[in-house]
């Protein structure tokens, strides 16, 4: 019986492959890619190809899904890529859709996994999961994310940014995945609850071309890559050292 798995890849090191990622991709007969286009590199692939190389008689079937909110595009995408993968599932080979970070943090796997199981109720369906660009993003900027009853947030700030304020006064960080052309309003936002300082802009976190910039102001105007997040960490010693405690040690630290 085929399976279909969904496989997180990581962020772009080649060596936030995990293991169990690897072996199946590896062992299945098709491996699924998507691209915006069909000349699009595919940044799930980057991750993958180093390690994975050649693989005799493994096909490498390329699913396009347009860079679009427009759901009269985005879902005859999905339907089309699932009449493709389930062609492969009628000559009974297992598929594995790669996905760049883990496959259930905002992926195009998402629509699949569960188009899958309205097309194919008996489907076994894995989801192996990946480094997500959460985790690897705070691990690039040194920036631990929460500690004790610290809190996190995330936002996909394209969707809409109006209650960052709100949200920075009840979040310890605040994590905004698809930062596209938002940065103006972000910035008036973390003018206003005066934490511009706290923000950090990280674009292709874990590849050669990462890049940090702690100054938001200074690309307010960009447009900026698809691959970038911006992480606001209050960091006001709220964990596991809060009130007195935390007075105490970073009394002790300070002596
Ligand atoms: C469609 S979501 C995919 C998230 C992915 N499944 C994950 O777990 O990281 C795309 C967003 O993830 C973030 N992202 C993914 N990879 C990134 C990277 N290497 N550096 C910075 N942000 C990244 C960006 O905010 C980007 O707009």
């Not at 062992?27 to 595919?42: K, L």
């Not at 259930?104 to 109720?121: D, H, M, N, Q």
Request: glycine residues 6%.
């Amino acid at each position: 019986m085929p399976i279909f798995y969904g496989v997180g890849v990581g962020t772009g090191d080649p060596e936030l492959l995990t293991l169990k990622a690897l072996r199946i991709l590896r062992e299945v007969p098709v491996i699924g890619i998507p691209r915006r286009s069909p000349y699009d590199p595919s940044f799930a692939w980057t991750a993958v190809e180093p390690s994975l190389g050649e693989v005799p008689g493994q096909e490498r079937l390329s699913l396009i899904f347009p860079m679009t909110k427009d759901p009269t595009v985005l879902l005859p995408a999905w339907e089309k890529a699932l009449d493709e993968i389930g062609e492969r599932f009628a000559q009974g080979k297992s598929v594995a859709f790669i996905t760049a970070g883990d496959p259930f943090v905002y992926s195009t796997f998402i629509y699949l996994y569960e188009g899958a199981a309205k097309r194919w109720p008996d489907l076994r369906r894995e989801v192996v999961p990946g480094i997500s660009s959460i985790t690897a993003c705070a691990a690039a900027l040194g920036i631990p994310l929460a500690d004790g009853k610290e809190r996190i947030a995330v936002l996909p700030a394209t969707y809409g940014v109006d209650d960052l304020a709100e949200i920075l006064e009840k979040f310890d960080t605040v994590i905004l995945m698809k930062v596209n052309n938002c940065v103006p309003k972000v910035v008036k936002a973390l003018e206003r609850t005066e934490l511009l300082d706290k923000a950090v802009y990280i674009s292709k976190a874990t590849t050669r071309q990462q890049k940090v910039v702690r100054n938001l102001k200074s690309i307010e105007k960009d447009r900026c890559d698809y691959f970038s997040m911006i992480v606001v960490a209050k960091r006001t010693n709220s964990g596991v050292l809060a009130g007195k405690q935390a007075k105490q040690a970073q009394a002790r630290d300070a002596s």
